[in-house]
């Protein structure tokens, strides 16, 4: 409602400004209302305070930082990510001297030239099994819980053991519904199965 119609150039470019707000909030946690300043608290595992986040973004000016052995800095402005420069896994903190902005390629670069290309690529191909398990791993089974619950209702009618697992069966999508609505259904079940048994009987008696 805030642009003329028919103007997509102006909805592009007011998308374009939300987005990038989004984006600017996740990677440095941009905001017009900062809290009190965090730099002070001890950096703990993997957590980087936000205070610190929008003082590196600022710093390097929202582009990689990777600058080459010929003096040449990265022009990237994308898939920018906070590295740290001395490794945390070689006991490096999260402040704002030790972190920098890189990109994707330049922090990968950097990983492999200070902790292995080997160890790396070990770290890259437990990341993929590990997705592959939880994305192959059987489903855990379903409580069975409100099955159970209508055999005895069901024996209690007379129905034998058999008739009655079998009828409870019939409510195995009914985890939400009362015991009443459950034993219903059952009985419905069983009373179909006995009457279609009872027609095959008195066809084949015929």
């Known amino acids: 409602h805030a642009v ?73 402005r994308t898939f920018l990510q906070i590295d740290h420069v001395r490794p945390r896994a070689l006991g490096g903190e999260s402040s704002v001297t030790n972190l920098r902005l890189l990109c994707r390629a330049h922090n990968r670069h950097e990983a492999d030239r200070l902790l292995g290309e080997r160890f790396m690529h070990g770290r890259c191909e437990q990341a993929r099994a590990d997705r592959t398990r939880q994305r192959t791993a059987p489903s855990p089974a379903p409580s069975r819980a409100h099955i159970d619950e209508v055999v005895p209702v069901l024996m209690a009618l007379e129905y034998r053991r058999q008739e009655a697992r079998e009828g409870a069966e019939l409510c195995a999508g009914m985890a939400g519904e009362s015991l009443e609505a459950r034993v219903k259904v059952a009985l419905r079940g069983l009373m179909r199965a006995r009457f279609v048994r009872g027609t095959a009987q008195t066809s084949t008696a015929g």
């Not at 936000?50 to 800095?73: I, K, L, M, P, Q």
């Open 4 to 76: 003329p119609p028919g103007d997509l150039a102006g909805v592009f470019t007011r998308a374009l400004d939300v987005l990038v707000e989004r984006l600017e909030k996740r990677v440095c946690a941009a905001t017009s209302r900062p809290r009190g300043d965090d730099r002070a608290r001890a950096p703990k595992g993997r957590h980087v305070p936000a205070a610190v986040r929008r003082e590196v973004w600022v710093r390097d000016e929202g582009r990689c930082a990777f600058v080459s052995e010929s003096g040449n800095r990265c022009v990237s």
